[in-house]
């Protein structure tokens, strides 16, 4: 399984981005699809997270503002960001649940004050 994240970029605060992560193999054996995102010098945090199910998790900062969505036929997810501050400044990996994790590239998305 490999998966190809895009859409990240520069933007400014109050702004609009939507990241995509399409997978390539066995992607009807996946489970739970999400994002996670680092700043460097922290941990990487949970995101959003989103199950064969169509149910959604997030972190309480994003609520209201971030939006998870995929298409389990095309084995892909996808993250409508909206609102955006500063403080979402990070480098956003997304990742598959199937027999293992398995890990997008990350991309870069940079909120401008």
């Known amino acids: 399984v490999q998966l190809q994240a895009s859409g990240g970029g520069l933007v400014q605060a109050g702004g609009s981005l939507r990241l995509s992560c399409a997978a390539s193999?066995?992607?009807?054996?996946?489970?739970?699809m999400g994002w996670y995102r680092q700043v460097l010098g922290k941990q990487r945090e949970l995101v959003a997270a989103?199950?064969?199910?169509?149910?959604?998790n997030y972190v309480d900062s994003v609520k209201g503002r971030f939006t998870i969505s995929r298409d389990s036929a095309k084995g892909t997810v996808y993250l409508q960001m909206s609102s955006l501050k500063p403080e979402d400044t990070a480098l956003y990996y997304c990742?598959?649940?199937?027999?293992?994790?398995?890990w997008g590239q990350g991309t870069l998305v940079t909120v401008s004050s």
């Open positions: 990742y598959v649940d199937a027999d293992y994790r398995y």
């Open positions: 989103i199950t064969t199910g169509g149910r959604t």
């Open positions: 193999g066995s992607i009807f054996r996946f489970s739970v």
